[in-house]
């Protein structure tokens, strides 16, 4: 009898791991619970969790520019990924191009590869919330993310980007405010053709040393960026949101006590009881 009463309750408690903890937790749910989280209390939740300097990029991948007035490059949601290699085929259309009379040779070619080779069939899967994740480091100084094609995925609902480099028209990308970070180092000038290949989309792929599965959270401030697996998703945002309303609170006595002008940053917001509840998550998650 105790043998089954154990087993009914090994049952329950994975049942509310699995429910609370894991990948069938709505996209919305955790838009909502990472809303305005900080790098370094979600790195905190991770360490609690067991995941020791798990998820958090070399600090090479850094915001392309910062807003430190409104915070407007940070950014949390939803990974959606896609991998670019360098090409093994030949760079040129095996025609003369300084010949104006092969520039529909050119033409042709240069189409070619932008809808069968190099495309962004990953944008299909870009919503509201979604962060584009490129693993495209070594792909020869090809451009990927310019301009124009990084305004289509915000349209589309992408909240930022992460990616190994391969950016570019960085003038115009700062000026429109679009929250990218990467290895300035790393960044592309060319246009794919010639140079780069799709490999394949919303499949794992390695950004600053860090694995990033679809649909796992990541998180980008001026400290980095960090990536918490889906199945612990829950559980992490929900400590980095006890230990943000801490610090707060804490911050907040002292501008009072220094006579120092409150800005959004020590404006409490919900408890942590109210927040979660709210959710449909557990009160207390470490219980």
Not at 217 to 229: I, L, Y
Request: aromatic content about 8%; overall charge negative; some cysteine.
């Amino acid at each position: 009898m105790k043998k089954v009463v154990l087993l009914s309750m090994i049952i329950t408690l994975m049942n509310f791991n699995l429910s609370y903890g894991q990948a069938d937790v709505s996209d919305e749910v955790l838009l909502e619970l990472y809303r305005g989280a900080r790098v370094s209390d979600v790195v905190d939740g991770m360490v609690t969790c067991g995941y020791m300097d798990v998820g958090v990029m070399d600090t090479k991948i850094a915001p392309l520019w910062k807003d430190v007035k409104d915070m407007s490059h940070r950014f949390s949601g939803i990974a959606v990924t896609a991998k670019y290699g360098p090409t093994n085929r030949p760079k040129h259309p095996g025609a003369d191009l300084t010949n104006p009379e092969n520039y529909q040779v050119y033409r042709k070619w240069r189409g070619m590869w932008y809808s069968q080779l190099s495309g962004e069939p990953f944008s299909k899967h870009i919503k509201h919330g979604s962060v584009v994740v490129i693993d495209n480091k070594d792909d020869n100084d090809a451009g990927t993310t310019g301009s124009k094609n990084i305004l289509d995925w915000q349209e589309k609902g992408a909240v930022g980007l992460v990616t190994a480099g391969g950016v570019r028209d960085i003038d115009e990308i700062i000026l429109q405010k679009n929250p990218v970070y990467m290895d300035y180092f790393e960044r592309g000038r060319g246009e794919r053709i010639g140079r780069n290949e799709l490999i394949d989309v919303q499949i794992p792929v390695v950004v600053g040393g860090v694995l990033v599965y679809p649909g796992d959270v990541v998180v980008a401030d001026s400290d980095g960026v960090v990536v918490v697996p889906r199945k612990v998703a829950v559980r992490v945002g929900q400590i980095a949101y006890m230990e943000l309303i801490d610090d707060m609170r804490g911050r907040r006595a002292y501008f009072e006590s220094l006579g120092m002008e409150s800005n959004p940053t020590v404006e409490i917001k919900e408890t942590p009881a109210e927040f979660f509840k709210r959710l449909g998550l557990p009160e207390d998650p470490n219980k």
